[in-house]
């Protein structure tokens, strides 16, 4: 079994000349330019992102080459011996306009800009929340190397830059999970503050945000006339569930609690956060 190196979800199909994936159109060919491409290559791509470097490559002009496949984005690519680093910056921009929502964009080598609502939260707890999800996003998508975040809360920029401590423990924590995804990236931050705009008509988001969990896997387990759902350990999920789903709540022992009456709720919030985007 081939587990697909781009969404993780699902097994590759093997077709007469291509590997395929059907839950996020993900393909690769069987062949690559006169060389076999084998399940420990695709195995490969899937725990690491990239191959060891690989001989047997001829090129169209007949010439025979060496280079890794990297995954990037939604291609494979070739990665060659002593090949500079690609230097292409990808930039998170994150602005909550109020208590709660915060604005996600994403620009470089992948595009995703969306409103999300993060529920009773601080702006700098909502801040800090979008971008634990874009990182998770880049991360699904392969992205790595230089990341540039700039935010409009900055009490949330002196936490991550450890100008200053949080008071509250979840706070605290939540900063550290950031630490910890943002590890897989060269990063930076820095406050710019985006004047305030004029809101018009309410403040929450009445439509649950498309593809921003791309990564997610969910369990759900019904007792009587409730529905106990078990997310990853990311504090963004949590909050976002909790937010789009009016009677959603924790439990207390890491489950998120909703009625059975609103299955079709939980159905279509699952639906949109983990859909392919494009």
Known sequence: MLNCPKCKKTSLIMQSNIFSCSNCGFKIGRTILKKNITPDMIN????????????????????????????E????????????KDSQTTKIRIHSSSPGLANIKITGKVQYDTLVDFGLVSSRMAECLGVIAAAKYLKHHNVSGNVNISANNREFVQYVLRETVPRKKEMQNTIIYLWNILEEFEWDISYQRQQKTK???????KSFPQSLFPWLRIEKTIAGDMIYVTLPNCPAAQAQIIASIRLAKKDGEGSIVIPLNARGALDAWINAVTKRNG
């Open 73 to 84: 984005g939604d291609k494979v690519v070739f990665s060659f011996p002593g090949e500079k």
């Open 199 to 205: 809101l018009t008509g309410g403040t929450r988001v």
């Open 44 to 71: 490969e791509l899937y725990s690491n992102g990239r191959t060891r470097l690989i001989q047997g490559f001829v090129s169209k002009k007949g010439k025979p080459f060496e280079a890794s496949l990297v995954l």
